[in-house]
C-alpha cells in the first residue's frame, strides 16, 4: 500500500494559520490574510469597516485613505458623469485592480458598482465617446478597458460588489464569465461594447471611481 504524504498540498500556512487539507486552503489567524496567511490586516478603520476577506477598510461616504481618517468633500467639479444623484470619474491613469480600488478609496470613493441596465448604458456611452486624445496617461497600461467594482469571491462561489453584497444585475458580454479561476477582477471591455469581462487583477486598466452623496 502506498504512503500517504502527511501534507499532500505541498505548502504551509504562516502566522498561525491552519491549513485545511481537504481543500488545499489556509484558515487564517485573526488579523491575517493571504493565500498563506502571510498578510497583516489594517489596524483599524476610523470612519468605516474592515474588509476579512481583503484585510482592508470599507470606508463610510465622505471618507478616504487607508484606515478611513480623511474627511473628503464631495467633488462635484470631479464628476464625468452623474447618475440618480452619484458621481462617476474616469480615471486618467492606469493600475491594477486592488491598486485602482485604493486610488478611489484615497478620493473617498469607491470602484464603480454598475447596479442597473440604465447605468451600465450611460457609462457604456461616455466611455465609447472618449476623444482620442483623452488616453491613459500612464503608458504602462495594457488595454483600453475600465474597471469596475466587482470580483469573483471563491469563497462565495459568486461575483460581489466592494461592497460585499452578491451582483444581482450583469452585463457580462457573451461567453463571459470564463476564466473565473485566474480572471477574478471585472472590467467593462471596449471591444465588447463596454459589456463585462473577467480579468487578471493584476492587469493595469483605466477605472471609475464613484462618489456618493
Request: with cysteine.
Amino acid at each position: 500500500v502506498a504512503e500517504v504524504p502527511r501534507n499532500p498540498c505541498r505548502m504551509s500556512c504562516r502566522n498561525g494559520g491552519h491549513l485545511v487539507l481537504s481543500s488545499c486552503l489556509c484558515a487564517c489567524a485573526p488579523g491575517y490574510t493571504g493565500r498563506y496567511c502571510q498578510v497583516r490586516c489594517s489596524g483599524q478603520c476610523l470612519h468605516g469597516k474592515l474588509r476579512k476577506e481583503e484585510c482592508s477598510c470599507l470606508c463610510h461616504p465622505g471618507y478616504g485613505g487607508a484606515d478611513c481618517g480623511i474627511k473628503i468633500h464631495f467633488p462635484f467639479h470631479a464628476c464625468d458623469v452623474r447618475i440618480d444623484g452619484d458621481c462617476f470619474m474616469v480615471s486618467p491613469e492606469a493600475a491594477t485592480y486592488y491598486g485602482a480600488k485604493m486610488k478611489c478609496q484615497e478620493k473617498g470613493a469607491t470602484l464603480a458598482q454598475v447596479r442597473s441596465q440604465k447605468v451600465q448604458d450611460i457609462l457604456a456611452f461616455y466611455l465609447s465617446r472618449l476623444e482620442s486624445g483623452n488616453r491613459v496617461t500612464d503608458t504602462d497600461f495594457e488595454t483600453g478597458n475600465f474597471w469596475i467594482g466587482l470580483t469573483y469571491k471563491t469563497s462565495k462561489a459568486s461575483f460581489r460588489w466592494d461592497v460585499g453584497e452578491p451582483s444581482s444585475f450583469t452585463s457580462f458580454a457573451f461567453g463571459q464569465p470564463d476564466n473565473q479561476g485566474f480572471g477574478n477582477c471585472v472590467e467593462m471591455q471596449a471591444l465588447a461594447a463596454f459589456n463585462w469581462n473577467d480579468q487578471r487583477c493584476k492587469t493595469r486598466n483605466r477605472y471609475i471611481c464613484q462618489f456618493s452623496e
